[in-house]
């Protein structure tokens, strides 16, 4: 019942990425390259193990088919020992389409 809650909530669709992609991503005093564990067009969720803190504005550089996106992005939510949920706060027209075609391909 929670899990029908939170999908509803949601605003775009999420792909579960098993074997992960990397991102580069750095706010606060962090530079790090991560996993990413979920992918979006509202944002990412990130492997990391110590994240920055909610509320934290990074900025994000990851490869696609096409492409590298690069997105400003703001830490929503901290899940302990897993990672973070950031969500998309400027993305270019270029990223934008570069993410919604791959995310098109994935969700078919």
Not at 70 to 92: C, D, P, S, T
Request: charge should be positive; include cysteine.
């Amino acid at each position: 019942m929670a899990e029908e809650v939170l999908c509803k909530k949601r605003q775009y669709p999420r792909i579960s990425l098993p074997k992960g992609m990397r991102v580069a991503w750095h706010g606060g005093d962090l530079q790090l390259f991560s996993r990413v564990r979920t992918l979006g067009m509202g944002g990412l969720f990130i492997s990391v193990s110590d994240p920055p803190p909610v509320g934290t504005k990074l900025r994000l550089s990851f490869e696609v088919p096409g492409g590298n996106v690069q997105a400003e992005a703001i830490v929503r939510n901290i899940v302990a020992g897993e990672g973070m949920g950031v969500e998309f706060k400027k993305l270019r027209l270029k990223d934008r389409i570069l993410l919604e075609n791959v995310l098109k391909r994935l969700l078919r």
